[in-house]
């Protein structure tokens, strides 16, 4: 995840980042508020960890890494996940956001157009939303980029109509369809030319792993039982190099997400620590239908 060139497209004048074989459009996010120091950021999330209620204890799960990647080969004969404790998935926090996943209000190819966001649709997103923005950890993210004068942190409705756009708000990845939003490419995942597009969930892929789904191929690097990069294919598309935070809650993501979104935009440019582990987020966002949305965000633990 650490290896990007960038490629500028004279036809259509925009610049695309190169991760394995992925090719992501890359325009780092800006915002008018000042930018805070690591020791600040570093302060919010241990205290978003602290406040995660949520997140998975360390008997909730066992991994297995397998084995190293070579290639593009299966070299480890099990899956990631060998055990979840899925009374995890009776809380808000997860079962709102599992229903949006069975419901398949996302569809994953990129080249098809997302359905309109109304309806019920719309209700059932907006349920998992305002779990998420109701959480502890929430709440501290918001105070964190409302005291460093985030223009648009003024107060939380305002806020929450800000980030609804900028995670939901639709964009083209194929042919200008507008087939894709920050949230389905984080949280669900999306296909394009034999290839998966982003997909940094943990319980996303445990579902889909659990499902048959996935075939894990083996780590290029991880942090035991909290991060991890590796190799995989759902279904016949390849995700060549990938990853996410393991048992943290889809609240924390979700909010650290954004906060490294709008303070420390770029190629790990948010850099923090979890149980003492360096981690980083890297994040861009582009213009789509309704202003300003995500393009990408996802966590690295080797850069």
């Known amino acids: 995840m650490g ?29 008018k508020a000042s930018v805070p120091n690591s020791a600040k950021l570093q302060d919010l999330v241990n ?25 593009t080969s299966d070299n480890s004969k099990n899956g990631l996940f060998v055990y979840v404790n899925e009374t995890l998935y009776k809380r808000p926090v997860y079962a709102n956001f599992i229903s949006v996943i069975q419901k398949n209000l996302f569809t994953p190819d990129v080249c098809i157009a997302e359905a309109a966001m109304s309806g019920f649709r719309k209700s059932q997103i907006q349920l998992m939303f305002d779990t998420w923005t109701s959480t502890q950890v929430f709440n501290l993210a918001f105070q964190f980029l409302k ?14 109509a800000f980030l609804f756009t900028l995670w939901f708000g639709t ?18 995942g999306e296909w394009r030319d034999q290839i998966v597009d982003g997909q ?7 579902n889909l792993e659990k499902a048959q789904k996935i075939n894990y191929h083996g780590y290029y690097s991880y942090v035991v039982d909290l991060a991890g990069t590796f190799q995989y294919t759902w279904e016949s598309q390849l995700k060549k190099i990938g990853g996410f935070l393991i048992g943290t809650s889809p609240a924390f993501d979700f909010s650290l997400f954004t906060v490294c979104v709008l303070t420390f935009p770029g190629e790990a440019a948010c850099r923090y620590s979890i149980d003492g582990h360096p981690l980083a987020v890297t994040s861009y966002t582009q213009p789509c239908d309704v202003g300003t949305c995500i393009f990408t965000t996802f966590p690295e633990d080797n850069f």
């Open 3 to 31: 290896y990007y060139l960038c490629v500028l497209i004279l036809l259509i004048g925009q610049c695309y980042t190169v991760r394995g074989i992925a090719l992501e459009k890359s325009s780092p996010a800006t915002t």
């Open 147 to 160: 005291d460093n004068g985030n223009e648009y942190a003024t107060d939380m409705n305002t806020f929450k």
């Open 171 to 188: 964009y083209s990845r194929c042919n200008g369809t507008n087939g894709s939003s920050g949230f389905e490419h984080v949280f669900i």
């Open 47 to 71: 205290k978003m960890r602290t406040a995660d209620v949520d997140k998975a204890g360390p008997n909730d799960y066992k991994l297995d890494w397998g084995n190293k990647v070579t290639g």
């Open 200 to 206: 940094h969930s943990w319980v996303r892929y445990y």
